[in-house]
């Protein structure tokens, strides 16, 4: 490899929002750091085609889990390539997240769609994805992956928070990264915003209108995954199985539902920052741009909330992602046991030649 890696890292994450696109350079500088630039980044609206199947895919039959996992593979192949030619941009290889169907890892396995040899074929590029899978062969979480990224990009932040899908914190602790899955996030949100007829909900307007419902709170609030010890990550099926059936028994407005949402994410970011004194907390996804989410998290939490700019907030885990790549590709350790609780820090990822 170059000393100037340049890469595509592809996210589709669990708020069901995009495909994420970043193209970015990497090079290692002094003490372990590594610095990076995203060159160009666009989210692509998903078809309502992929949107209904990614929906629908947890329950259906296996061989068309298996069927599909090829034909996403190639959408994004087809998709990668058209960025890529739009923008007359050359990665060294693609890094590919997938898109999680199932995280069981109590179960001992995970599952992203998205074959990577079908985008190596389609695009013509080395791919890494599989990213998750050696972990929990070697009896960790394979989530959360995007500390790697905290530790060796962001070091000069205490805490950083992901507020996606699912919300995710990361600190070192004890010389060592600590991470894990808070609590769902946009995923909630963004479904209750939809009986409005509202993607998601702007700035948090709708929310900022409702009232807690203290009961539909308590409920969220000691949902088994909160009692569960460190380290712990949460799954899409599990969020639609526990957290959306339970806002579903509730027959309240849909602003009072999203209002008791807000409060239930920001006092879990809340308790998982505890054990961290005061201080800087880089946030980023989609949640970040929840003006009334974040003026919760500060109020609850006191630590010094910092939003990077626009890019960084919407593209870090694809950023991540790609660097995970270009880690895989060097064979350096870019999943962390302390994190994730495996047996040994690893190098993870499939490589798959064109």
Not at 20 to 27: G, K, P, R, S
Not at 98 to 124: D, N, S
Not at 207 to 217: D, E, I
Not at 323 to 330: D, H, Q, S, T, W
Request: charge should be positive.
């Amino acid at each position: 490899m170059t000393q100037h890696d340049k890469v595509l890292g592809i996210m589709s994450g669990s708020s069901m929002d995009g495909i994420d696109l970043a193209f970015c350079e990497f090079h290692p500088g002094q003490n372990n750091r590594w610095h990076f630039k995203i060159i160009k980044a666009e989210t692509l609206p998903f078809p309502r085609k992929w949107q209904n199947i990614l929906s629908k895919l947890p329950s259906l039959k296996a061989k068309k889990l298996i069927e599909y996992h090829l034909a996403f593979g190639r959408f994004l192949g087809k998709t990668t390539t058209k960025f890529l030619n739009n923008h007359s941009l050359s990665p060294d290889f693609i890094a590919s997240h997938g898109h999680t169907i199932f995280h069981r890892p109590q179960k001992g396995f995970t599952f992203q769609l998205g074959y990577g040899q079908a985008i190596a074929t389609v695009t013509g590029k080395v791919v890494v994805s599989d990213f998750r899978t050696n972990d929990i062969l070697l009896g960790g979480q394979g989530a959360p992956l995007v500390p790697i990224g905290d530790e060796l990009l962001f070091p000069e932040y205490d805490l950083c928070l992901n507020l996606g899908g699912i919300a995710n914190i990361s600190y070192r602790k004890e010389g060592r990264r600590r991470a894990f899955d808070i609590c769902p996030a946009n995923q909630i949100l963004n479904y209750l915003s939809r009986k409005n007829g509202r993607a998601y909900d702007h700035e948090g307007k709708m929310a900022q209108k409702g009232k807690v419902n203290n009961s539909l709170l308590k409920r969220l609030n000691t949902d088994p995954y909160y009692s569960l010890s460190y380290p712990k990550s949460l799954g899409n099926d599990y969020v639609r199985k526990k957290f959306i059936r339970i806002i579903e028994e509730y027959d309240d407005t849909v602003e009072n539902k999203l209002r008791t949402s807000v409060e239930h994410i920001a006092g879990q970011v809340h308790h998982a920052a505890l054990t961290h004194p005061p201080g800087r907390m880089l946030v980023t996804g989609g949640g970040a741009f929840n003006t009334f989410l974040i003026e919760r998290i500060k109020q609850l939490t006191g630590h010094e909330i910092i939003i990077p700019d626009e890019t960084l907030v919407h593209f870090r885990e694809a950023l991540i992602f790609a660097f995970m790549g270009v880690l895989r590709i060097r064979n350096e350790v870019n999943c962390l046991a302390s994190v994730t609780g495996a047996s040994k820090d690893s190098s993870c990822g499939v490589i798959f030649s064109p």
